[in-house]
């Protein structure tokens, strides 16, 4: 149907991971010794759009990630316990991740009516 249906599915398939590490986060708040991981998620969208320029089949592609790979741990300061997560900072990536996903769902459904709308004038 396109390549903005794809890099939509995409998009909410990212969100929908990154929300899950975020979760793990904030979850973990007090286990000492946790490290805060969080999805490099502009790499991997970045990635994604490029591989979907493919102007030959022949090119090489990557057709999936192993996201274990793609998690970037925080580098932020560690507490006396040696867990460096930040409740405020992982709220904000929460937020940030959630609008990010609601304007995705939008984008898609926005589409999809529009292809229902051209389909119906074709007829």
Request: without cysteine.
């Amino acid at each position: 149907m396109g390549e903005g249906f794809k890099i939509l599915e995409r998009l909410i398939h990212l969100t929908n991971l990154r929300h899950g590490v975020i979760v793990s986060n904030i979850a973990n708040v007090d286990t000492p010794g946790f490290i805060a991981k969080d999805i490099k998620f502009e790499q991997i969208l970045n990635d994604e759009i490029i591989e979907m320029r493919v102007t030959n089949p022949h090119h090489i592609k990557n057709e999936s990630y192993n996201f274990l790979n793609m998690t970037d741990e925080g580098s932020g300061q560690q507490w006396i316990d040696r867990n460096n997560v930040e409740l405020d900072m992982e709220v904000a990536k929460m937020t940030e991740n959630a609008l990010l996903f609601q304007g995705a769902l939008h984008m898609l459904s926005t589409k999809i009516k529009m292809f229902k709308n051209a389909l119906r004038r074709q007829q």
